[in-house]
């Protein structure tokens, strides 16, 4: 079987990952301090930056679990993806995580210098989710080297645009817009430029088998669980954090009403489906970011989590079928229904509670020019980073080799495809005299 | 194949959780606002109120934890019934919070409002809690319309026992008592009235694979690891927190250690069997739940854990066969091993701790009257509920059905099942052109 | 087939964990109290106990989960030995937490009592990490009887050791050296004394299959995520805390690059190897313990978990095998790479950070005697717990049932295994009329 490209990593990879740490290390020597409390308290007692870090590092550890976890396992429901799946998503956030400190800390220098504080650690952690969306978008179809080169673009580009909105005064304190659907549009642009013609009827891998889906569903459910976390972690701290909060955890359980009655209604026979499950549940978690904090009464939130919960199902029934079919865009994950539409009805939903007055100083305007140039700004630059992506020599799989871990990975034989028992079992011995 | 009943769930489901959804979202917009604070520190400084609020958020996240997770995955050791276990665990969960919001909070007005807090979002999560342990009585044998009409009279019910066991003046910090024996005896009392003759023998498909027993075990190990958040999440700031923490903390460990030395005990040559390991070594949460915050010492917690441990075990051992064969109550997870008699026994030991005068207020009599009236209150609903239950247009399973997730979900073929590899791939594609 | 060992474990297993069990209640009894609030506020407001507790409380947790979760599922990954490994780590920690409280509080008695706060939960589920350590180290190779008594020696030892560390003066706020050096060489030595010459080259259960592979990423995510926590569980409030949290967190990050990076330098093709991400990630997060708290700047902890990547992962691919084949240490899980080469560089880093004055107070020759002793002693008590360990009567299993649970445990057929679908799952039926 001939390959078109050459997929073996050894070199491009490790010098590709290497450097980039020795990079990152030189660059943190240069820019990166601890937070240093400036105002202690002469009676030895905590202060404010002291109390903050340790109030706000139960929802950091949070976030951290849903973009490690969550993320990671939601995408393993293919069948034999899996390894990429959780494997990658680690890579990519680990890098992610360091490089998003310094993209957004060098718009708020303080000496020169960045200072650490949880803030900037919960912060680090969302930026890495953009990439990780954008990767549902290419699943199965992009090299480590290739996500390794976007996630360093992604960022970037995600820490201007972040940089813009807050500099036009917008509200996003859930981040609808400047993740969720910045890291959909991000990574759908990409996907249309990476557009592969021989998997236009599917390919064999791309599916799930029964444990697949379980181990998915342990993504969806963290991911459901912590997502109060995510919306209200860099909120004021009070009423507003406390709205962020309980408007989320509304939401969140209004959508799942939703995404089922849909699954059923839409499916054959009135089952439900397990796509649906895994990601339109978690719809108004994504939809009621922007407003989250904002008074919108517990009603507000579960209206948006309705809604949600609908269009995300029917997104996964009808518009990923068209976006394949007619825009040339393969969309893995369906990430256009968990996070690009639920991304912009959470824009909309801002743009209505400003007019609506749900935030002192919001303004309904700012808001949609926020909107606005998030999405431009991710099509434009999900579409060069695809162009870089698309050249010929960053191990890209060949078609027939995607959605499988054993181009990238050494995969263990599960016992009933061994040809010979013993002799597969010898090799994957650790220990060879 | 003839089925008795009608399956097929598309409008009867749809239109049921639609509407229900509308319906909670209305009584939201009459009824639910945030709690804001009534006295704001002039200073600017957080109020008691907020510091509760992000004080409690970790132990609330806990409990969030075993809701979706702990009870969702633990169900899912049936080989063929994960998808149902996790996804109608999720379903069940997410209508019963915004419901025993209101059931909880109807009984404590403010000025016709429910305030929502964060002792209010965990005792919601709280109510869930007696549906998903009934769930796990009659998993396998009933449709998601079934469960969402359970979970609506079932919180209900167990709302107004709650308040009855308040008014009474009875300690159960932890809910041995008005969680876990009353969602056991609610469940059992529904299995009663639900008894299938025709599965007296057993049903193939009621048995797990040995991955979904490890799938099982992350239920397991969630739940043992947050059980001192979820006794103690609403006990009063301080000692009595501290100590409802630390009781379950040992209780629990004894457990675990008298759990498998009667699992080897009664097994064929000393074996350890899964559904013991799952399920007993929980049992010391449960029983301990009642007199968490009491001052029994640490060595009285483990007492209790150590006598639970062996009733769980011989539980599943020699009880829940004779329910089945001689009550005809087929309790498929055991809960009433796991929630039922650890349960009793929990309402026992806060019975016995009243007289020991390790709780002030505190009366023997009083607690003996609440753990009588749960159980009572229990089996009645129960029974209510299963008659309910029973009517032949709920979409339940016919027999030979029973304990497979293909009859209400659209499940994969794995590999080795599909008569033609390429012919299944397809159908399961995505993206079809 | 002829069994050279008893391993029906029916009354040796039940009768020493009752055992334990007791004893464990009545010491207890004795020596053990709730810690009670000395210096109550007179205004009825939280004193500085109470808040320490809830502060630590979520930190607690996380721990707790590595304990549980990241512990028991990383040593899942083995193809038939999940049950052991999830299902013994939880038995092994339930009863090393009831017995490290005792042995490391009777170096702190007050009034003759250990008086139990947040902080002794805290390091009593530390005392467990040793033992967990060591088990990854014989995994496969014995049976539940010889890992009680392991927890027993192993707990005691390590208290010993860790108060001769305190004493000396030495600094190591995440253990590095006296958890994950003294669990790794403790665990090789006894892995020593019981070496297996029938296993040299191997045995067909010792590896992996794909779904196996994906249970081990839930433990090394969870690990991953919450080491943070672990190397500030126990740091002294405020900048201190702080650090540890910043300095691990990059660690880690760091780490992940250059594990990946050099698991496709040494492999096959540039392949990743499942073995190297599920171990070699974590490594940042041991060697950067001892001076987690320490002045470092987040580069400096950086270049700690970019140099404990690649030594890990070489040590993986080159140093087991060594040491299986030269030394005849057969060590399963790899732990001399995850926990000892990294905990010897922790150690290292330690007295280096001490030389340079990132901490006041440390000395760089104290640093150095605390990681000799803490070896040295591990490898003694490790040798002798070995030696009490290959008594021949502790029901070890035979070399060709090593890595098997179906020797210890019931195990549920697998479909394709089933010679007759429907006789075998009856035989599972829990209800049997």
């Known amino acids: ?15 590709l990952a290497l450097s980039l740490q020795v990079i990152l290390i030189i660059l943190f020597a240069i820019f990166v301090s601890y937070d240093t409390p400036h105002h202690e308290d002469s009676h030895g007692n905590s202060t404010h930056q002291e109390d903050e870090f340790i109030k706000l590092y139960p929802l950091f550890q949070d976030v951290h679990v849903m973009i490690f976890i969550g993320f990671g396992f939601l ?32 718009w708020h220098l303080h000496d020169g210098q960045i200072n650490i504080d949880i803030k900037k650690m919960i912060n680090a952690d969302f930026s890495t989710a953009t990439v990780l969306i954008s990767f549902g978008a290419v699943l199965g179809k992009t090299s480590a080297v290739q996500m390794l080169i976007m996630a360093i673009f992604e960022i970037a580009i995600f820490a201007c645009n972040e940089h813009l909105v807050v500099t036009l005064g917008a509200f996003d304190v859930g981040a609808s817009m400047i993740i969720h659907a910045f890291g959909a549009y991000f990574g759908l642009a ?15 891998n791309e599916g799930s088998v029964y444990h697949s889906d379980l181990f998915a569903m342990i993504g969806t459910v963290f991911l459901w669980m912590f997502w109060p976390s995510f919306n209200s972690a860099i909120a004021e701290a009070g009423i507003d954090q406390q709205r962020a909060i309980i408007n989320t955890y509304f939401s969140l359980a209004a959508c799942v009403l939703t995404a089922y009655a849909f699954s059923s209604l839409v499916e054959h026979k009135g089952k439900l489906d397990m796509v649906h499950i895994q990601n339109a549940t978690l719809a108004g978690g994504v939809a009621v970011g922007t407003c989250a904090d904002m008074n919108i009464h517990p009603y507000g939130a579960m209206t948006i989590g309705f809604i949600a919960g609908i269009i995300s199902t029917l997104g996964f029934k009808f518009v990923t079928p068209f976006l394949a079919s007619k825009l040339k865009i393969q969309d893995t994950c369906g990430v256009h229904n ?64 995607c959605y499988d871990d054993s181009l990238y990975w050494e995969v263990p034989l599960d016992e009933e495809e061994q040809p010979n028992h013993y002799q597969e079992d010898q090799s994957k011995m650790k220990v060879d005299a």
Chains 1, 2, 3 share one sequence.
Not at 90 to 101: C, D, E, F, R, S
Not at 195 to 202: D, F, S
Not at 362 to 373: D, F, K, P, R, V
């Open 75 to 106: 995408m393993t429901f293919l069948k034999r993806y899996g390894f990429s799946s959780v494997g990658i998503n680690l890579l990519i956030a680990a890098l992610g995580l360091q490089w998003g400190t310094l993209m957004q800390g060098l």
């Open 1 to 15: 079987m001939a390959l078109p490209f050459a997929t073996n990593m050894r070199f491009k990879f490790s010098s």
């Open 338 to 401: 968990l996070h690009g539409l639920p991304g912009l009805l959470g824009g909309l939903a801002g743009i209505v509670a400003a007019m609506l007055g749900a935030k002192e100083g919001a303004s309904a305007g700012i808001q949609a020019a926020a909107l606005a140039a998030t999405i431009g700004v991710a099509l434009v630059g999900g579409a060069i980073t695809g162009f870089i992506l698309k050249l010929p020599f960053w191990g890209q799989p060949p078609d027939q080799n």
């Open 190 to 204: 990409a996907a249309r430029v990476l557009y592969r013609p021989a998997l236009k009827n599917g390919h064999e």
